[in-house]
């Protein structure tokens, strides 16, 4: 069965640089969920779309921002980079329209910033 | 500076044995729960949810049980085995869809 696709699995970036994250959602899925994962912490709720429109937000900074494409991939586009910011991002698909059943993460992808 | 992460409560099991961690969440009129699996350096994994309208519910290996009168989640995963160990977080699903997750267990099987 298809599952939600992250890349790159693994990012190394200088302060103040800026990254791009990516994710495919699982077919069908109609909203995608961004989350940030510090170490031996839960993951934290940043952004979420439905249907292409930003439908939520949560402790993302103003240096973060995201959007959903035609194709219903979303990238999260990070500027200005900290080094608070080396943390797992994982990306999340679910279906709104059904209960939000088959919520599935994908594999994250590690950002060091150095 | 560095930082350090949180300290996970630990559940220590021996193989075979059933194991079952706890869980509380924090909105009444959530009706949602979705229990995950997450090793180390990887996404978290489904592994079980259930519906506020259920009490119960079991898969392989696994049962989830629901309380909504005290908030309180418990999954039970019977005959543990090494390759069950892992940190496991119980998470509620909050308004627009987002998962507020509560405090993960990390879980240890001795062999």
């Known amino acids: 069965a298809a599952g939600v696709i992250q890349s790159p699995r693994h990012l190394i970036k200088e302060k103040r640089e800026t990254a791009t994250l990516k994710c495919y959602p699982i077919?069908?899925?109609?909203?995608v969920y961004w989350y940030q994962q510090g170490p031996g912490q839960d993951p934290q709720f940043l952004i979420s779309?439905?249907?292409?429109?930003?439908?939520d937000k949560g402790s993302i900074p103003d240096r973060f921002s995201a959007q959903q494409f035609s194709d219903y991939h979303s990238e999260l586009n990070m500027s200005s980079l900290e080094l608070g910011d080396s943390a797992l991002y994982f990306c999340?698909?679910?279906?709104?329209?059904?209960?939000?059943?088959?919520?599935?993460f994908g594999s994250g992808t590690r950002l060091t910033v150095v | 500076g560095e930082s350090v992460g949180l300290h996970l409560p630990t559940l220590s099991v021996q193989e075979g044995d059933n194991s079952i961690i706890n869980c509380a969440y924090s909105?009444?009129?959530?009706?949602?729960f979705i229990w995950y699996k997450q090793e180390s350096g990887k996404g978290p994994q489904f592994i079980i949810d259930?519906?506020?309208?259920?009490d119960k519910r079991q898969g392989q290996r696994v049962t989830v049980l629901l309380n909504k009168t005290v908030k309180h989640l418990s999954l039970q995963i019977a005959a543990t085995q090494p390759g069950d160990s892992a940190v496991y977080f119980c998470?509620?699903?909050?308004?627009?869809?987002?998962?507020?997750f509560g405090q993960g267990t990390e879980l240890s099987v001795k062999p």
């Open positions: 998470a509620e699903i909050g308004p627009g869809g987002k998962l507020i």
């Open positions: 999340a698909s679910s279906s709104r329209k059904e209960g939000y059943y088959g919520y599935t």
């Open positions: 909105n009444s009129a959530s009706d949602y």
């Open positions: 077919p069908r899925h109609d909203t």
């Open positions: 259930i519906r506020s309208n259920m």
């Open positions: 779309f439905y249907e292409k429109m930003q439908s």
